[in-house]
C-alpha cells in the first residue's frame, strides 16, 4: 500500500510493502512537475504515515526505532542520509516492541495560508494537532498479545522542536523522551480513538466506544476533545468555580493502557 500526502508544492508518499519485500520507500514530489526531491530507502514496516509539519518540515513516526523522525526538503539534495533529528517515544516495559505507529493531522499546512470562509475568527493548520496511534506487541504472551495507545500534540510544538534541536546539523540527533516529551504531550486508550480521517480536524479530535467493547448495560457514547488552550483555560476556570467538582479537566490526561506498558 501506498501512504499520500499534499502540502504546498510537494506530494509525499511513503510504501508499505507485502511481507517478502524487505525495502521500503519515502520519496517527496515536486508534484507540479513530477521532479523528485527527497528519496530514502528504509527497511520494511519503518513508515506506515505521513505528516507535513509545515511545507518543507516533514514527520514520519518509524515503528523500527521508537521515534518520530523529521525531514527537512531540500531539492538541490534529493538522496538524504537520513533524518535530521528524531524525537523518541517513552521506552516500553520489557517483552513489549511497537509494532506500527499511525499519524495525522488536519488539515495540512500552506503557504499561502487557509482558505476563505465568512467566519470572523479561523484556527491555523499550525496550531491543529497531531494525533499518533501506536500497536504495541506482547512478544511473550500471545493471550494478550496487542495493546494501543494514542499520544495527541500541538503541530506547532512539533515544528517548534524540530527548528531548535534539529537546525544546522549534518548528522541525525536523537532526542530523549524526557528531553521534550512529557510536558506537551497528552495521552489517552487509543481503544477510544477510530482510526478514521475524520476523527481530528483542528484542534479537536472525537472519541467513541463501540458497544461490543462495553459492558451488558452500558450506552456507547462520543466525547469531543478540545486542546485549543483558550478552551482548556476556560475549563479549568469553570471547574474552579465550581469548587473543584465535576470531571477531570486539568489539561492533561494520563496514560492508560491495562497494567500500563510504558516504563516511568
Not at 516529551?181 to 479530535?205: E, F, K, L
Request: with cysteine.
Amino acid at each position: 500500500s501506498i501512504g499520500i500526502e499534499i502540502a504546498g508544492e510537494y506530494l509525499a508518499l511513503v510504501t508499505t510493502p507485502g511481507l517478502s519485500e524487505l525495502t521500503a520507500r519515502f520519496c517527496v514530489y515536486e508534484w507540479k512537475t513530477g521532479t523528485i526531491v527527497l528519496d530514502y530507502s528504509v527497511a520494511s514496516g519503518t513508515y506506515c504515515s505521513i505528516i507535513f509539519l509545515s511545507p518543507t518540515h516533514i514527520l514520519l513516526p518509524n515503528a523500527q526505532t521508537g521515534t518520530l523522525d523529521l525531514f527537512v526538503i531540500s531539492p538541490s539534495n534529493p538522496n538524504t542520509p537520513g533524518p535530521s533529528l528524531r524525537l523518541a517515544l517513552p521506552s516500553l516495559k520489557p517483552s513489549y516492541s511497537i509494532h506500527a505507529i499511525y499519524g495525522r493531522c488536519e488539515p495540512n499546512p500552506s503557504p499561502t495560508g487557509f482558505p476563505y470562509s465568512p467566519h470572523p475568527f479561523h484556527p491555523t493548520p499550525e496550531d491543529a494537532i497531531a494525533v499518533f496511534k501506536l500497536h504495541v506487541r506482547n512478544n511473550n504472551d500471545a493471550a494478550h498479545e496487542w495493546g494501543d495507545f494514542s499520544m495527541f500534540v500541538h503541530r506547532s510544538t512539533l515544528l517548534r522542536l524540530c527548528e531548535e534541536r534539529g537546525r544546522d546539523r549534518e548528522t541525525t540527533r536523537t532526542v530523549n523522551w524526557e528531553e521534550w516529551g512529557p510536558p506537551v504531550t497528552r495521552w489517552v486508550d487509543a481503544a477510544v480513538v477510530p482510526w478514521w480521517i475524520t476523527t481530528s480536524t483542528g484542534q479537536r479530535c472525537v472519541l467513541s466506544v463501540a458497544p461490543d467493547a462495553l459492558g451488558e448495560g452500558l450506552t456507547p457514547f462520543i466525547m469531543l476533545l478540545d486542546f485549543n488552550p483558550f478552551a482548556v483555560k476556560r475549563a479549568l476556570a469553570v471547574r474552579k468555580y465550581n469548587g473543584n467538582k465535576g470531571s477531570d479537566v486539568d489539561g492533561r490526561c494520563n496514560v492508560h493502557v491495562g497494567s500500563s506498558l510504558i516504563q516511568s
